[in-house]
């Protein structure tokens, strides 16, 4: 057994108990990473010396106020941390060595006293659903590596699976974190639209990225975010709402619970026993004394289409800062300075960040603005009202986090649309700006993992970690582990 | 409406900043063609009296007090740059 297999809780009164160091969760983190990291490829920078010198460092004084004392953690690449490289997964930053200061939810951490293992693989600048589109070496799934693990947070949730952290920080514009969590049999949760800090996120679409925590277990994930949530004056669309204690919520009650179960999330499309797989949990949460019901969320078909003008305009305008004057890479070909800057964007990015800055430039363009970033804009406010709605009358919806288990490798890469269809049930609920988490709710039959995902109104993600743990209480697929090598568990 | 024609999308590359070869300008025709011939199901849906969402969050205008305060030095704005010089970003020339 690991010791990466007990709950943060629990090794936090280990700690306590001088059962085991500082230095005996950093060995493990490690000592793992060096066993099985070349098959799984989640780490871009590994902070090896770093970490166990800090290590040591707590070890000598130990701090029992310290809520996350020495948990080893991983950082998803574009989540910018001080004196550490971060690339975003691309060659444009290849050589962003010494970032200038900490990300907020960086910051955080330190000051519960986590230790940051290293860096996670992600699709470049976050866009993508496989984690193919890293400009490195793509991660590979835990559970079969012949298999995607998801992205844009591939990495953060493949790091976790595989046993190589305790938790991992990913971003979710469109379900970043939610698809590989659910591809890779992990617990991702993406907060409400600003209630954690987006200080130091590299910024992709400014209106929908949110950070939030990949982890074993919903406790450790509710742990996690209570953390990182609250207000930030360095961002100023972070809410200046309170942050309940999220695990306090997780009581196992959810009788008389109210679950919507929307039709559109069990259509054409989704894969019968990933269907099958979320009929049984809505049978769990029966016996447990909630009630669901069938209702609609008729705009959901045409979100992955919002969802993509939106978000590639925002990401025209954002990525417009990599020009090669004041870090990232710089081309040598040129001899004057426009064409430096489109010889240095032109080598640094690949193909998926080009389509997505000329989509978005396209339909920013003058003359088609009305036609597809404003139309969007306008079913971006159907999508909202659609949850708005449900959700007056429900605790919780309940549906699939991904349409199908985890892809083979290659299968949808040369395929821009196809890939885009995967987030057809995480993208409705960026666009909306309400929380959503995947948990683990069974396997394939190739023995791929099939995640659940349970949406709740804003900033109550108390109810949401309510409804997951007490569905993970009462099961056991977040107990399996992968065995590495291809081989099923 | 549907199509996006090459010389439009070797505009929009030039817009971006982005060098696209003859090969590159063909293969995105393609596929921009066919996501916003996707992106076209919006138009199924009557938005006149919709108003746009750009943000979820009610937020008015958020103000603080222009205080000047200690940020990052010279030294360190420079430390990632590709090229600088006397305490200045150095870039190519910009006139001809």
């Known amino acids: 057994m690991s010791l990466f297999d007990h709950s943060i809780k629990q090794l936090e009164g280990m700690l306590h108990k001088k059962e085991i160091s500082a230095e005996d969760l950093v060995d493990a983190s490690y000592n793992r990473i060096h066993e099985v990291d070349d098959q799984v490829k989640a780490f871009l920078t590994l902070d090896e010396e770093q970490a166990r010198s800090q290590a040591k460092q707590l070890d000598a004084a130990p701090d029992e106020n310290a809520q996350l004392f020495a948990i080893p953690a991983g950082i998803k690449d574009n989540i910018v941390t001080k004196g550490l490289r971060t690339t975003c997964g691309s060659q444009f930053l290849k050589n962003f060595d010494d970032p200038l200061y900490n990300a907020t939810v960086v910051e955080k951490l330190n000051t519960e006293k986590t230790v940051t293992v290293g860096k996670l693989n992600m699709d470049e600048f976050a866009m993508g659903s496989s984690t193919e589109n890293t400009s490195y070496t793509p991660t590979r799934n835990p559970w079969n590596t012949d298999y995607v693990p998801g992205g844009s947070s591939g990495g953060s949730a493949a790091s976790v699976a595989a046993g190589e952290v305790l938790f ?81 919520k997780l009581t196992g009650d959810v009788k008389g619970m109210k679950i919507a ?24 949460y029966e016996s447990l004394g909630a009630e669901w019901e069938e209702v609609s969320l008729p705009h959901s078909k045409y979100a992955v289409a919002a969802y993509y003008l939106l978000a590639s305009s925002e990401a025209s305008a954002n990525l417009a800062r990599f020009d090669g004057v004041r870090y990232g890479v710089r081309s040598d070909k040129a001899d004057n300075m426009m064409d430096m800057f489109t010889y240095s964007r032109s080598e ?141 568990s | 409406m549907a199509d996006i024609s090459k010389d439009e999308v070797k505009h929009v590359a030039n817009l971006a900043r982005l060098a696209i070869t003859e090969e590159e300008a063909d293969m995105f025709t393609d596929q921009l063609s066919s996501i916003i011939e996707y992106a076209e199901q919006l138009n199924e849906l009557d938005t006149e009296h919709i108003e746009p969402t750009t943000h979820v969050l009610d937020l008015k205008n958020v103000m603080r007090k222009d205080e000047p305060k200690e940020w990052i030095s010279r030294d360190e704005a420079l430390k990632n740059a590709p090229d600088k010089q006397d305490g200045y970003f150095r870039v190519p020339s910009i006139l001809e």
């Open chain 1, 261 to 284: 179960v929307p039709k559109e999330y069990l259509a054409e499309g989704v894969a019968p026993e990933v269907k099958e797989a979320v009929m049984s949990a809505l049978k769990v």
């Open chain 1, 348 to 488: 640094g990015f690949g193909d998926e960040v080009k389509r997505r800055i000329m989509l978005g430039t396209f339909a920013l363009s003058s003359g088609y603005y009305d036609a597809y970033y404003k139309k969007a804009q306008k079913v971006r406010t159907l999508i909202k009202n659609d949850f708005d709605n449900i959700l007056k009358d429900y605790d919780v919806v309940i549906g699939p986090t991904a349409p199908t288990p985890a892809f083979k490798v290659g299968e949808k890469i040369d395929d821009p649309l196809t890939m885009y269809a995967n987030d057809i049930l995480t993208i409705p609920v960026n666009l909306a700006g309400v929380p959503g988490i995947s948990v683990p709710c069974g396997f394939s039959e190739e023995g791929l993992p099939i995640g659940l995902q349970i949406i709740g109104n804003a900033f109550a993600e108390g109810t949401v970690y309510r409804a997951a743990h007490a569905y993970e209480q009462a099961t056991d697929h977040h107990t399996k582990r992968p065995q590495l090598g291809g081989a099923k």
């Open chain 1, 168 to 248: 991992s920080l990913g971003s979710d514009t469109g379900g970043s974190i939610r698809q590989p969590a659910s591809f890779c049999g992990v617990v991702g949760m993406k907060p409400t639209y600003g209630r954690v800090s987006r200080f130091g996120l590299v910024a992709f679409a400014s209106s929908l990225d949110q950070i939030g925590p990949i982890t074993r277990s919903v406790e450790d994930n509710a742990r996690i975010l209570e953390i990182i949530s609250g207000h930030d004056k360095m961002d100023s669309t972070s809410a200046d709402v309170d942050v309940p204690s999220y695990t306090d």
